[in-house]
């Protein structure tokens, strides 16, 4: 039922999408504002396309802390940390610090776990009630291994998530090769792996212009695509929302939901938000000859693969404090080499495509910031690399949050 109330959604990615359904579901007039023709044409459309409900960790860990000062300096081909970065950077890295400790670390996860939950919840609800088509994949996720060390640590996080109700365990080598047999085409030897049976996979930017068109035909959302937002202002009544051409649009409530630039849009009005770009690789190649069809994270080489209908999609690398999207060549070319070294035959590295590279919206805590700012502007953003896992749940809070504001 329509309610009268308006809203503008600034950004089209899974998170952005996901909030305008969310609200138009609960009576809102909808609008979507995008500077890319298409939904998830940025962050959303580069990503692992994996649904890692049981996974969803905190970034900040002991271990990582441990490494920080070899990755400031240009350690790691993986993970790298940038000495630079925008404003407020060392800030940022300051809290990012204190969330590494254990504590804080453990905390964060388990708020983690817990939105992905609701996020799990939501989409089965959504799907029951309109399936979308986007290659869903319902084989469950391996997290491997290497070393003995690495199966202790996974081993003290099974058991915090699985009190919290999430279904995962533990397995050895031979056991991970009895779920998912291209392992045992592995570069190199691994001591076990994390295995949760319900996790799921599939095409994130299919399921946004699935969901997309399923809230245009129900619900009357409409997308503007080409437009880039300049400014937000509140007013007393409604917020105001101009274009980079001047046209000013009116509203009852704006959401920022543009992932590591809602900073910038937010920062006029008094708002800081937490938020630093994490610049991140993905390329596809076609199936090789023993292609998992589990979804795999290799959390040595933080890589992850998802078969994706005839190809395998592989993402991973992660620069910290970097604000490019360029493809940069010899950071790709490490990355193929580095999946080759995790599955050979996986994927038919020699034949993979040009790679993709975008910007994942960190916060220092690794949760997403979802909240009313005023009565009449919100934020949705910062869900780093767990965006699609995370999007449907931070949907629900911040249509929550809206009913709650009026």
């Not at 933080?302 to 993402?315: K, S, W």
Request: charged share 20%; aromatic share 6%; glycine share 12%.
């Amino acid at each position: 039922m329509r309610t009268g109330r308006t809203a503008i959604v600034i950004g089209g990615g899974v998170v952005g999408v996901t909030s305008a359904h969310a609200l138009a579901r609960d009576g809102w007039s909808v609008r979507i504002l995008d500077r890319c023709e298409r939904p998830a044409e940025g962050a959303s459309q580069g990503n692992g396309g994996q649904l890692s409900y049981g996974y969803a960790s905190a970034g900040g860990t002991p271990a990582l802390l441990r490494q920080m000062p070899g990755l400031l300096f240009g350690a790691g081909d993986a993970f790298r940390m940038s000495l630079l970065g925008r404003d407020g950077y060392w800030r940022w890295l300051a809290r990012f610090v204190r969330e590494c400790l254990p504590a804080a670390s453990r905390r964060n996860t388990l708020a983690l776990v817990q939105l992905a939950e609701e996020s799990r919840a939501a989409m089965e609800h959504l799907l029951s009630q309109h399936p979308i088509e986007f290659g869903l994949e319902r084989a469950g996720k391996l997290v491997i291994l290497p070393d003995d060390p690495a199966v202790r640590a996974a081993r003290n996080s099974v058991e915090a998530k699985r009190a919290a109700g999430v279904d995962l365990k533990v397995i050895n080598a031979k056991e991970a090769c009895e779920v998912e047999p291209a392992l045992r085409t592995t570069g190199a030897p691994f001591a076990g792996a994390t295995y949760i049976p319900g996790d799921n996979s599939g095409d994130c930017a299919r399921f946004c212009e699935g969901l997309l068109g399923y809230s245009q035909a129900e619900y009357g959302t409409e997308f503007r695509a080409g437009v880039s937002v300049e400014r937000i202002e509140s007013k007393r009544v409604g917020a105001l929302v101009t274009l980079d051409g001047g046209e000013v649009l009116e509203c009852d409530l704006a959401v920022v939901a543009t992932g590591e630039a809602a900073r910038e849009l937010l920062a006029p009005l008094g708002h800081a938000i937490p938020i630093q770009p994490m610049k991140g690789y993905s390329f596809t190649a076609p199936l090789g000859q023993h292609a998992p069809l589990v979804a795999i994270s290799d959390i040595d080489r933080r890589l992850v693969f998802t078969h994706r209908g005839d190809r395998m999609l592989v993402a991973g690398i992660a620069e910290l404090g970097r604000v490019d999207t360029r493809v940069d060549q010899v950071r790709l070319e490490a990355m193929i080499a580095a999946a080759r070294a995790s599955l050979p035959e996986a994927a038919l590295y020699d034949e993979a495509d040009g790679g993709w590279a975008g910007l994942r919206p960190m916060t220092p805590d690794s949760q997403p910031i979802t909240r009313m700012l005023e009565p009449n502007i919100a934020v949705n953003a910062g869900h780093g690399m767990l965006g699609w896992t995370l999007a449907m749940g931070s949907a629900e809070r911040l249509a929550a949050a809206a009913r709650d504001a009026v």
